[in-house]
Nanobody, 116 residues
Framework: QVQLVESGGGLVQAGGSLRLSCAAS????????MGWYRQAPGKQRELVAT???????NYADSVKGRFTISNGDALNTVYLQMNGLKPEDTAVYYC??????????WGQGTQVTVSS
């Protein structure tokens, strides 16, 4: 089974930057879409950014201009560069990968905490 392994979370001051990484444990896996979602305490999980195999990207309005999603080799790996972090960005960030509508994988999440 494919596992998504996230890394790069941590504690950062407001205005700082972090780079999240997510890699599929199986080298043969090639997602059609990969993305990042986040869930803050007491809130529902929300989309942060996605990228498709065609290179098309989609961002939540709240992170446009600050976050950049990019992929490695054929959507086996995905990154999220987060700049200008704000306290409201504090959440657990989850990697997601989908393939042909039948495969839908989630990582275990990585904590991002932005202090004032």
């Amino acid at each position: 089974q494919v596992q998504l392994v996230e890394s790069g979370g941590g504690l950062v001051q407001a205005g700082g930057s972090l780079r999240l990484s997510c890699a599929a444990s199986r080298s043969f896996f090639r997602a059609n879409t990969m993305g990042w979602y986040r869930q803050a305490p007491g809130k529902q999980r929300e989309l942060v950014a996605t990228i498709s195999s065609s290179g098309s990207t989609n961002y939540a309005d709240s992170v446009k201009g600050r976050f950049t999603i990019s992929n490695g080799d054929a959507l086996n790996t995905v990154y999220l560069q987060m700049n200008g972090l704000k306290p409201e960005d504090t959440a657990v960030y989850y990697c997601n990968a989908q393939r042909y509508g039948i495969y839908n994988y989630w990582g275990q999440g990585t904590q991002v905490t932005v202090s004032s």
